[in-house]
């Protein structure tokens, strides 16, 4: 697995887990390296150098359910020497203010981890009034919201992975 990819997320409803797959696709990803945290030990982050955390965010800037305990497991991992990557889905329409929070939520919670996160990019294009996952201006992570503008996901898939590879 050394100098491989990881993609860890957690999805209630199914599109967390949709977006994960397609970014799978997108990366050349296999299959067998997208793992649903609800069914998946920590352990598992153990093979990879570069993890791609994604969870959904609920209510009003709520981590998605299967992430809770699995963070807090994560935090006690040594994640030193690996890259960290963040995508998430949220609803830009009805949660202005806490629009993909649980991306900032991962982030604060690994940044004593010791891993170096990858993937921030200019919000360019979003109308967010606020989030946790905006840090010094930029997005942490890949943002999506495809419930109200799925037209742009392609778009904003692309500038993320631009943005780990630079």
């Not at 299959?31 to 153990?46: G, L, R």
């Not at 959904?56 to 020497?81: F, N, P």
Request: aromatic share 10%; with cysteine.
């Amino acid at each position: 697995h050394k100098d491989m990819t990881g993609i860890f997320y957690g999805s209630s409803t199914g599109t967390t887990e949709a977006l994960a797959k397609q970014i799978a696709q997108k990366l050349g990803i296999a299959a067998s390296a997208v793992y649903d945290v609800a069914s998946t030990p920590v352990s598992e982050t153990d093979s990879y150098d570069t993890l791609l955390f994604g969870a959904s965010t609920w209510g009003y800037g709520d981590l998605q359910d299967d992430w809770v305990d699995w963070l807090e497991e994560l935090k006690q991992a040594d994640l030193s020497g690996k890259k960290g990557g963040l995508f998430g889905c949220g609803d830009i329409d009805s949660y202005p203010e806490t629009f993909c929070d649980s991306i900032g939520i991962i982030y604060e919670g690994l940044s004593a981890s010791g891993c170096t996160f990858i993937g921030a990019y200019d919000p360019t294009g979003y109308h967010i009034k606020a989030s946790r996952a905006l840090v010094d201006g930029k997005l942490v992570g890949l943002a999506v919201d495809d419930t109200n503008e799925s037209d742009q996901t392609p778009t904003r898939l692309q500038m993320w992975v631009d943005a780990m590879q630079a």
